[in-house]
């Protein structure tokens, strides 16, 4: 078992659904960003999602984006990201960290030498937003020979017919984006993400995690009622952008991470 298995076993025994944050590497600069993901635990985060700082992010909103442009200004790399989880693994050896970003700066660094890196480093998952199903053996299935988890998205546009291929090789949980669109664009609304996870779960017995449009501690508690999992990433990286302190980033983090855990008490 990964550590993200052991946490979501964790998790179901308890009877909660996990909260997971995101945040992108190196924003606003390395040392301020390491502080804050070594604070992500404390604050009540089960799994931490750490962006790959990219200059093409396709899928992700305005937020996101000047996140990434902000770390890659600061020199953050793909190495230096790496950086990062070992240097959280010194002080936390459980908190599960997926790495959230796009294929181009793994294609060139080498699927190979990345994935013995990553592995080296205390990475447990990879989350590729624009590798489809169909290119599995580019990097979902080297990573998962390596014990990696390879984490999928599924959208509301995923019909019946699709969502077996997405599910394929599929490991850790399923991460449903809850709009159509990109990060940050609209709000998340358990009434229709609730019949969704169903939807999902009949098909695979892993856990699914909802994020896209969970801005606030009572969205945070209302998509806990349906889901798995929470994740939130563009509410927080607004923290980030407005210059707030990382104590200040990870009080905002904990009043999340607390909605979501109290979603079924």
Avoid at 42 to 61: H, N, R, S, W, Y
Avoid at 94 to 109: A, C, D, Q, R, W
Wanted: hydrophobic share 45%; with cysteine.
């Amino acid at each position: 078992m990964t550590r993200i298995d052991r946490r979501f076993a964790k998790l179901k025994a308890e009877g909660r659904p996990a909260f997971v944050s995101y945040v992108m590497a190196g924003d606003p600069d390395l040392a301020t960003s390491l502080e804050i993901v070594k604070g992500l635990a404390g604050a009540g985060v089960d799994v931490i999602e750490l962006g790959l700082p990219f200059t093409d992010p396709m899928a992700d909103g305005p937020t996101i984006q000047l996140a990434g442009q902000r770390a890659l200004e600061q020199g953050m790399t793909l190495r230096k990201t790496l950086g990062v989880v070992r240097a959280l693994r010194e002080s936390d050896d459980e908190t599960p960290v997926v790495l959230m970003g796009y294929y181009n700066p793994i294609y060139s660094m080498g699927v190979e030498t990345f994935l013995a890196e990553a592995q080296s480093a205390g990475v447990d998952g990879l989350i590729v937003v624009d590798l489809p199903p169909e290119e599995d053996d580019e990097l979902c299935l080297p990573a998962q020979a390596a014990g990696l988890n390879f984490i999928r998205l599924a959208t509301p546009t995923t019909d019946d017919k699709r969502l077996p291929k997405v599910l394929s090789n599929t490991s850790g949980f399923v991460y449903y984006v809850s709009i159509t669109g990109i990060t940050g664009a609209a709000e998340a609304a358990a009434g229709a993400v609730g019949p969704e996870v169903t939807r999902i779960k009949a098909s695979t017995p892993l856990p699914v995690c909802v994020g896209f449009g969970i801005k606030t501690p009572a969205r945070a508690a209302e998509i806990g009622k349906v889901a798995d999992g929470v994740v939130v990433g563009s509410a927080i990286v607004e923290r980030i952008a407005a210059g707030d302190a990382p104590a200040q980033v990870l009080a905002f983090v904990k009043t999340l991470a607390d909605a979501a855990h109290t979603a079924r008490g």
